[in-house]
């Protein structure tokens, strides 16, 4: 993993913007709760791959956490499209790649393999602790304003 | 709102296993800010209000011969039940996890029979350790 690419940046913890696609209502709760209890902003949430990618046409984000398995279109569909837009805007407007990061109950080397080639930055397996979450997190995002 | 949950000392049944390790839910709740909504309140209902619904996409999927819907259902299953403490539950919602993958379905039924036993005792659990007024209307099972 590549790690610490926006601890590098401008961007304050305050002002990063997270994306999250996650269709189970009580992984929803878990993930506002753990967001909040470590005082980043409130993050938009979708619940299919498809709306993850509606929104980033209306808005680049910071951060996404991805579901891989949701109705619709899941994770990793979703994280194809969400880099062939950033290929085609990033260019023209300087856009930075957001960094998705994959949550998945399946962390087998061969759907590992399968997030990268999607263009998944980072793995939170499921079921993740407050301890996993904040690792991950810290990774790729700035700890404090 | 004030809220009385049973903590980590919550006896297990007849020397059953729990089918809730208290244990889990006690780690999460020590994120509870002042002045929040109860954490472990809006965990145990989410719960309640989603993984019941699954499990009956599960059983649909069985019928229907769906191997997909049921990887896909139980999958979900299993990491809310493994999030809030469910392990036994969790633990089946895996094995119906990987007959949905395989899409061998002939084990399915009986698996999925002591998947709602198991479902039934966890959410009667989580009920019981909301309030009553608290637990109203958010588990059909």
């Known amino acids: ?145 | 709102m004030v809220v009385n949950i049973r903590t980590t000392d919550t006896p297990g049944s007849g020397g059953q296993p729990d089918a809730v390790d208290w244990s889990v839910l006690e780690t999460l709740n020590v994120l509870q800010k002042a002045g929040k909504p109860s954490i472990r309140r809006t965990l145990i209902t989410a719960y309640l209000t989603t993984v019941p619904g699954l499990l009956e996409r599960a059983g649909t999927a069985v019928n229907t011969a769906d191997g997909a819907a049921l990887r896909s259902a139980a999958h979900s299953m299993k990491s809310s039940s493994m999030a809030i403490g469910a392990v036994l539950f969790g633990r089946t919602c895996a094995e119906l996890e990987l007959l949905g993958k395989s899409n061998t379905l002939e084990d399915a039924p009986a698996l999925l029979r002591r998947a709602e036993s198991e479902l039934d005792a966890t959410c009667s659990a989580l009920r019981e350790a909301l309030e009553p007024d608290e637990s109203d209307g958010v588990c059909s099972f």
């Open chain 1, 1 to 145: 993993m590549k790690g610490n690419q926006l601890n590098n940046s401008i961007v304050a913890k305050s002002d990063v913007r997270l994306l999250v696609a996650e269709d189970n209502p009580f992984n929803v709760e878990l993930i506002k709760i753990m967001l909040d209890s470590l005082e980043y902003p409130e993050a938009v949430f979708v619940t299919t791959g498809r709306q993850a990618c509606e929104a980033c046409n209306v808005q680049q984000y910071d951060l996404i956490l991805m579901d891989c398995n949701m109705p619709e279109m899941d994770g990793y569909e979703a994280t194809r499209h969400i880099r062939t837009l950033e290929s085609s805007v990033s260019s023209m407007l300087c856009h930075r790649p957001s960094i998705i990061i994959a949550m998945t109950g399946d962390s087998m080397p061969d759907n590992q393999e399968e997030c990268r080639k999607a263009g998944i930055d980072d793995f939170l397996p499921k079921p993740f602790t407050i301890q996993h979450f904040k690792n991950v997190l810290q990774r790729w995002l700035p700890e404090s304003d």
